[in-house]
């Protein structure tokens, strides 16, 4: 089955840096990478996603990038502010045209130092 | 509608006790999930039901039990559960194709006593 590996598991930047978290997968037939936020007692919330046919994708401060040869992708938040502090998890399925279940990583916790 | 309702949002039950969690959404998915995450770790996915047929059970012991009597709704009935089976429990949805949509409810907290 699928493994994914994220790292760091603690990130601590200053306010307005940037912050990254990079993930590896294991099954190369893996097409769909989700990255979620979850603040203490919540869900987890998708906050982007990017599917094996793009290499990159860019919704305002949140960028993930995708390098499907080396399988690996990665999380970047530019201008990070107090908010953004929480665990974030990186996640890899392989719908294979159907419903599958998502294999996350172990979590980052994202600490925002003002 | 664009939720996941999970109810009830904590239960308490003892191990000997049968209680059901409850799912429901109204946006069109077919394919609906539980997940179970224990603090500060991932969730870990338990079973799929893709257009109400379960179609991956992940090992779980069979004190937990799904069900899926229609496209909009989702339960996991507990029986004789053990004090390690605390957890937040998730329910998800997905459209049935390439997982677009992808949509977590806001969970369960469940404490076995």
């Known amino acids: 089955g699928e493994n994914v590996e994220q790292h760091p598991s603690t990130l601590s930047v200053q306010e307005g840096d940037s912050a990254v978290i990079k993930c590896t997968y294991s099954?190369?037939?893996?097409?769909?990478f989700p990255w979620y936020k979850q603040e203490l007692g919540k869900r987890p919330q998708l906050i982007i996603d990017?599917?094996?046919?793009?290499g990159e994708k860019k919704d305002q401060r949140i960028a993930v990038t995708l390098n499907k040869t080396a399988k690996h992708f990665s999380l970047h938040i530019t201008e990070t502010q107090p908010e953004d502090s929480a665990v974030y998890f990186c996640a890899a399925s392989s719908s294979g045209g159907g419903a599958d279940g998502l294999t996350f990583g172990k979590g980052t916790h994202l600490i925002i130092q003002p | 509608d664009t939720e996941v309702t999970q109810t009830p949002k904590h239960l308490v039950m003892g191990m000997t006790n049968k209680k059901s969690l409850k799912c429901e959404q109204h946006?069109?998915?077919?394919?609906m999930y539980w997940y179970k995450q224990k603090a500060k770790k991932p969730p870990e996915l338990m079973f799929v039901y893709s257009y109400e047929k379960l179609s991956i059970n992940e090992s779980v012991p069979s004190r937990f039990s799904p069900e899926c009597p229609n496209s909009s709704l989702l339960n996991l009935h507990l029986h004789a559960l053990q004090p390690e089976d605390s957890a937040l429990y998730l329910c998800a949805s997905s459209l049935w194709t390439e997982n677009y949509g992808y949509t977590f409810g806001s969970g369960t907290r469940l404490t076995v006593v």
């Open positions: 099954d190369s037939a893996s097409n769909y």
């Open positions: 946006m069109g998915h077919r394919a």
């Open positions: 990017i599917r094996s046919n793009v």
